[in-house]
């Protein structure tokens, strides 16, 4: 198909100011062919656009093949667009772009969460507006988040994303392709901590036990040494050392995507932690306290920074799920 001329509106322009063809020519540089047939397109039709059924027909993203595909959707929302492609005959390109283009449809990812009720529901709406109450104060700016992560020794797999790229299944094995798991592999539960209020920035972790501190600007040993001491700290240290203390029926319940910690970064470091296998515990210590280091101040600011935003999602979906 013929791509239509760029200067078609400036040619129409110039005719209906009277420049003959050879001067329109000469102005925009194109040929005299390309004027007379745009002046004589514009006289037929009266308009710029496109004639109707302008190009090759189509033979595959037919009405009929759309509303087939719709109606597929309709009963089995599951389906893999693999799978339809395969039962009606047409390649996966094809079925990709009737969903995407004709249908407005995007395939997403089937994750797990707990059951949310429509009273926890309600509760988690009353609890966020309260929540969303005080970042208008900026409470966020002296809010202490933390939370607890399990890590193993093992790499992280996902089935889906782990792809290499071989000659034969032999090869493939030798780049990795099998990875190898344990019935019960190694783990330590990991305690984080992060706070942002604009003057400093601090962020802690625990290995039940084994204290590793990352301190940035003016914090005192003895905050952080009770921020170090989960149990302590979130039992009784919390409660008497900071007044605006959010216990937990105030928080609202089964709301991973309320916290920073694990909104973000629990779903980013066991990406760099355990991109492969750790050798043993001391080994995923060791990784865990470098890549941990390496979180920017910027990055962690730019997260809790997404606090209000995320409790606004909340309350515009009156309590249910935003992720």
């Keep these: 198909m013929t791509a239509a001329s760029p200067h078609r509106t400036l040619i129409v322009d110039f005719y209906k100011r009277g420049l003959s063809t050879g001067d329109i020519s000469k102005r925009l540089g194109v040929h005299r062919n390309t ?3 745009t002046i004589r397109r514009f006289n037929q039709l009266g308009h710029l656009k496109d004639r109707t059924g302008r190009g090759r027909p189509r033979t595959v993203r037919t009405p009929a093949k759309v509303k087939a595909v719709r109606e597929k959707v309709r009963r089995n929302a599951r389906r893999s667009m693999k799978k339809m492609s395969d039962d009606m005959d047409i390649s996966y390109t094809s079925m990709r772009r009737i969903v995407r283009k004709e249908l407005k449809m995007t395939s ?6 707990a059951i949310l009720s429509q009273a926890n529901k309600e509760k988690r709406l009353i609890k966020a507006k309260r929540l969303l109450a005080g970042t208008r104060k900026k409470d966020r700016l002296i809010t202490i988040f933390s939370d607890e992560k399990l890590f193993r ?3 992280e797999f996902n089935s889906q994303n782990h792809r290499v790229l071989a000659t034969n299944i032999q090869q493939a094995a030798e780049r990795g392709k099998t990875i190898h798991r344990a019935s019960h592999p190694a783990s330590i539960m990991v ?3 992060a706070c942002y209020d604009g003057k400093r920035f601090w962020r802690s972790m625990c290995y039940r036990g084994l204290k590793t501190t990352s301190v940035r600007r003016n914090t005192s ?3 952080m040494e009770r921020l170090l001491i989960p149990q302590k700290w979130l039992n009784s240290g919390a409660r008497t050392t900071y007044p605006a203390f959010i216990p937990k029926d105030k928080w609202p319940a089964y709301s991973p995507d309320l916290n920073p910690l694990d909104y973000f970064v629990w779903g980013d470091l066991p990406n760099k932690v355990c991109a492969r296998p750790n050798a043993n515990i001391e080994a995923l210590k060791k990784s865990l306290s470098e890549e941990w280091d390496k979180l920017s101040v ?5 997260t809790i920074d997404a606090f209000p935003r995320r409790l606004r999602a909340v309350v515009a979906a009156k309590g249910g799920r935003i992720e």
């Design 35 to 37: 004027v007379f047939a």
């Design 191 to 193: 305690f984080g901590a």
């Design 108 to 113: 997403y990812r089937a994750t797990k969460a």
């Design 298 to 302: 910027e990055y962690l600011r730019a």
């Design 221 to 223: 040993s003895n905050k």
């Design 153 to 155: 020794v093992e790499a």
